[in-house]
């Protein structure tokens, strides 16, 4: 049965309704330096972080207590510069481990320099780079924030993001004029 009532709608490509063109195109490449400043920066991760360095300062006094009530006979373990140490090994851990999963997501997300394309079509993005199958693709009213650094712009849905680099636009006026017309479409 072609063309009837029930059938679901195929899914339309962007552009295929506007004639083909986007109104805008911005090339860039995109690299593992740009993904580690937006891991650095992901609100996500900050807020999980800052718990975690929280529990590490309350697991290095749970260490010092129950080392202390082990090894009594230790006189060391009663001397402050230990104590620190003691207290300390746990945060030190969490740090490393942070930094370690940092790496990795600046990684996964762009572990080589990459061509990338950003087409504006109205109100809506759409990312296509080198190193994804699928292109990204964003609504205005899917975005959640518009950051603007000295080194980047970025878009985030609050679920993925597009890093657009400085070096994509043609002076810091155009990026930031990017940065403040989208940010006036969430508003």
């Given at each position: 049965m072609e063309?009837?009532?029930?059938?679901?709608?195929?899914?339309?490509?962007?552009?295929?309704?506007?004639g083909g063109k986007p109104d805008r195109v911005i090339h860039y490449t995109q690299d593992y330096d740009d993904a580690l400043v937006w891991e650095r920066a992901s609100p996500e991760h900050r807020k999980r972080d800052k718990v975690a360095l929280f529990a590490a300062f309350f697991a290095g006094l749970g260490?010092?207590?129950?080392l202390s009530g082990v090894m009594t006979d230790?006189?060391?373990?009663?001397?402050?510069p230990m104590a620190a140490v003691l207290m300390a090994l746990p945060f030190l851990?969490?740090?490393f481990l942070q930094r370690r999963d940092l790496r990795g997501r600046a990684q996964r997300r762009a572990d080589r320099r990459t061509?990338?394309?950003l087409e504006i079509w109205?109100?809506?993005l759409v990312e296509h780079r080198d190193d994804r199958k699928e292109p990204l693709a964003f609504g205005a009213l899917s975005?959640?924030?518009v950051r603007e650094t000295e080194g980047h712009v970025f878009l985030s849905t609050g679920k993925d993001v597009m890093i657009i680099p400085t070096r994509a636009f043609l002076n810091p006026a155009?990026?930031?004029?990017?940065?403040a017309e989208w940010q006036a479409k969430i508003d």
């Amino acid at each position: 049965m072609e063309g009837g009532a029930g059938e679901a709608e195929a899914p339309v490509a962007v552009g295929e309704r506007t004639g083909g063109k986007p109104d805008r195109v911005i090339h860039y490449t995109q690299d593992y330096d740009d993904a580690l400043v937006w891991e650095r920066a992901s609100p996500e991760h900050r807020k999980r972080d800052k718990v975690a360095l929280f529990a590490a300062f309350f697991a290095g006094l749970g260490l010092l207590q129950m080392l202390s009530g082990v090894m009594t006979d230790l006189a060391i373990l009663h001397s402050a510069p230990m104590a620190a140490v003691l207290m300390a090994l746990p945060f030190l851990l969490v740090v490393f481990l942070q930094r370690r999963d940092l790496r990795g997501r600046a990684q996964r997300r762009a572990d080589r320099r990459t061509g990338a394309r950003l087409e504006i079509w109205g109100d809506r993005l759409v990312e296509h780079r080198d190193d994804r199958k699928e292109p990204l693709a964003f609504g205005a009213l899917s975005l959640r924030e518009v950051r603007e650094t000295e080194g980047h712009v970025f878009l985030s849905t609050g679920k993925d993001v597009m890093i657009i680099p400085t070096r994509a636009f043609l002076n810091p006026a155009a990026k930031s004029a990017f940065a403040a017309e989208w940010q006036a479409k969430i508003d």
